[in-house]
């Protein structure tokens, strides 16, 4: 059975960091792509941010280049997101979610997602 549960989410203030951590179980963690998305309220769900299933190479949504990084420890079967320098638009539900080959931001290619976790940030 998969299992897919996110966690770190909180309130953080502007400018603040925060580490999110998604753990998989149930399938074979190091021959997925990982990536994280998120959704604001009243809007779509949109992508953050994807790691190859190696870790060779990562890609990220413009509005986060510079800010986030994704890493993932295959050993734990876990992908992170590291959000530094947060600002109020980031507030949002994060999700994990897996597929394979070289997937990025079609949602409709990821296979199997998390429940997600909230992440909001006040001005």
């Known amino acids: 059975q998969v299992h897919v549960v996110e966690s770190g989410g909180r309130l953080v203030q502007a400018g603040g960091s925060l580490r999110l951590s998604c753990s998989a179980s149930g399938i074979n963690f190091s021959s997925y792509a990982m990536a994280w998305f998120r959704q604001a309220p009243g809007k779509e769900r949109e992508f953050v941010a994807v790691?190859?299933?190696?870790?060779?190479?990562?890609e990220y949504a413009d509005s986060v280049k510079g800010r986030f990084t994704i890493s993932r420890d295959n050993a734990k079967n876990t992908v992170y997101l590291q959000m530094n320098s947060l600002k109020p638009e980031d507030t949002a539900l994060y999700y994990c979610?897996?597929?394979?080959?070289?997937?990025?931001?079609?949602?409709?290619?990821?296979?199997?997602w998390g429940q997600g976790t909230q992440v909001t940030v006040s001005s």
């Open positions: 979610a897996g597929g394979y080959g070289a997937i990025k931001s079609a949602q409709n290619e990821y296979l199997i």
């Open positions: 790691i190859k299933y190696n870790g060779a190479s990562t």
